[in-house]
């Protein structure tokens, strides 16, 4: 089956920094979100992205699809960016596949 | 629009006992998956409906099953419970996808956190 890595798997930054989360697919897929768990459990979307490039605010994103990744920028971090940010692939039998996740920690 | 609702928020069961989760999709969405999250095995696929059929089951034993009715909301039941089973169970909707097999945006639940003493 298709695996997902994400990387790093941890992250401390300062508030103010700029930040890269990866996430390598070994397959094609059709469909890529990237979700943001926030303390309580909760995933809340952030990009569906399954090619392309799409911005929100401070955080961006890119899949490059024929190359089986994707990016997630996190422009001048702050502390409630703070959390677990899931990649997850959509396979052809109605599922996703999640990458283990990237802790992110922001200090004041 | 509301969003995906879970219920109950928090359950506390004994070993041996069985639970029933509740989830309802955002209207309009007739596609309900569920996960099951645990620290040490991350987000697994438990399985898929759409239009009160399940599509796909994920790697889980006959001890978990689920239906969803007419109005697409959707339950997911867990019997003879073991310590194993304590874990956040997430419910998600989406537009049921014109591609056989592909999947949509999903939108999460808040999540059903279970603990098995």
């Known amino acids: 089956g298709i695996q997902v890595e994400q990387s790093p798997p941890d992250l401390i930054l300062q508030e103010g920094a700029n930040s890269t989360l990866r996430c390598n697919f070994s397959?094609?897929?059709?469909?890529l979100q990237w979700f943001h768990q926030n303390p309580w459990g909760q995933l809340i979307n952030l990009f569906y992205?399954?090619?392309?490039?799409k911005q929100n605010g401070r955080l961006s994103a890119t899949t490059v699809a024929t190359e089986r990744y994707s990016l997630l920028y996190i422009s001048s971090s702050q502390t409630t960016d703070s959390g677990v940010y899931f990649c997850?692939?959509?396979?052809?039998?109605?599922?996703?596949?999640w990458g283990a996740g990237t802790k992110l920690i922001i200090k004041p | 629009k509301a969003g995906v609702t879970q219920t109950p928020r928090y359950l506390i069961k004994t070993r041996g006992q069985q639970v029933t989760l509740s989830c309802s999709p955002i209207?309009?969405?007739?596609?309900v998956s569920w996960y099951q999250q645990t620290p040490g095995q991350g987000l697994q696929f438990l399985f898929e409906?759409?239009?009160?059929?399940?599509?796909n089951k994920g790697n889980f034993p006959g001890r978990f099953s689920g239906r969803q009715f007419s109005n697409s909301r959707s339950e997911m039941n867990v019997s003879t419970l073991e310590l194993g089973d304590s874990a956040l169970y997430l419910c998600a909707s989406s537009y049921a996808p014109v591609m056989r097999g592909a999947v949509n945006e999903q939108f999460f639940g808040p999540g059903t956190r279970l603990t098995v003493l």
């Open positions: 209207s309009g969405h007739r596609s």
């Open positions: 997850a692939v959509g396979t052809s039998n109605y599922q996703l596949i």
């Open positions: 397959d094609s897929v059709n469909n």
């Open positions: 992205i399954p090619s392309g490039t």
């Open positions: 409906y759409f239009s009160e059929t399940q599509r």
